[in-house]
């Protein structure tokens, strides 16, 4: 059996006693069971416990037994112990008693709980890492993603249209065909190697409705395989002048 004697005994009644008396006090505590009786027969073996003659023994129990003079206001009027068969019981035994097991079992908790965070302290730093890492990675991966985003939102380099390019030719073409912005260059470069004709071809190619740029045709037979509207006029013209020659006419 195990009994808790609290500090404040150092402040009680008690420990204003003589020698003998607090000693004997101390027996009968740490004596006393769940029940708070601190079992002793007779006088005679509570003094051979407490190392106190019989007549001091029986004056602490005597003094045990009568109301506190140094504390009347207190329960049971300052008295200790009650006579029961087979020993004394301590009359504030229980209330003490369920004191230190609370006492002891708020004890308890806090050391279960630090056993407890102790145990998972690695892990919870573990997992917390793992997290930070997992977040660090997504950042990683949401910057590159946003950089690859903006390169290939990034706007094109701006065109230089090709030198000696008829930029009135270009604008009657463009207006014509409506090209693409990627068909553009290429259709630049084109009109710009016909040189001065650039003018004159993009005329050609919108009279004949084509849809790309030949070099002018005078013969009749153009680039696309069809005659001008005006080399086939002329064409005509001319091959009923000479019929009409040939037919003696004038």
């Not at 369920?98 to 998972?120: D, P």
């Not at 977040?135 to 249209?161: G, I, R, W």
Request: proline share 6%; charged share 25%; with cysteine.
């Amino acid at each position: 059996m195990y009994n808790k004697l609290f500090t404040k005994i150092l402040d009680s009644s008690i420990w204003l006693a003589p020698d003998p008396h607090r000693l004997v006090w101390i027996t009968l505590v740490a004596a006393m069971d769940e029940d708070a009786i601190a079992h002793f027969a007779c006088a005679e073996n509570l003094a051979a416990r407490a190392r106190v003659s019989l007549e001091d023994t029986e004056a602490a129990l005597a003094s045990f037994l009568a109301p506190d003079p140094n504390g009347p206001e207190q329960e049971f009027e300052g008295r200790r112990i009650e006579r029961v068969p087979g020993g004394w019981y301590l009359l504030n035994g229980l209330k003490y008693r369920t004191a230190v097991t609370r006492s002891a079992m708020q004890e308890q908790n806090r050391e279960r709980v630090r056993r407890w965070r102790e145990k998972h302290r690695d892990s919870v730093t573990s997992r917390r890492d793992v997290t930070t890492k997992k977040h660090s990675n997504v950042t990683v991966m949401h910057a590159e993603a946003l950089a690859e985003d903006k390169q290939k939102k990034k706007p094109p380099t701006p065109f230089e249209p090709p030198a000696g390019l008829n930029l009135q030719a270009w604008e009657s073409w463009q207006g014509y065909r409506k090209l693409k912005p990627a068909s553009i260059p290429a259709a630049m470069r084109k009109l710009a190697a016909f040189g001065d004709t650039q003018a004159a071809v993009v005329e050609q190619s919108i009279a004949n409705g084509w849809k790309g740029l030949f070099e002018l045709k005078t013969n009749g037979i153009n680039g696309a395989g069809h005659g001008s509207l005006s080399a086939n006029v002329a064409a005509g013209q001319e091959f009923l002048r000479r019929g009409r020659v040939y037919d003696g006419a004038p």
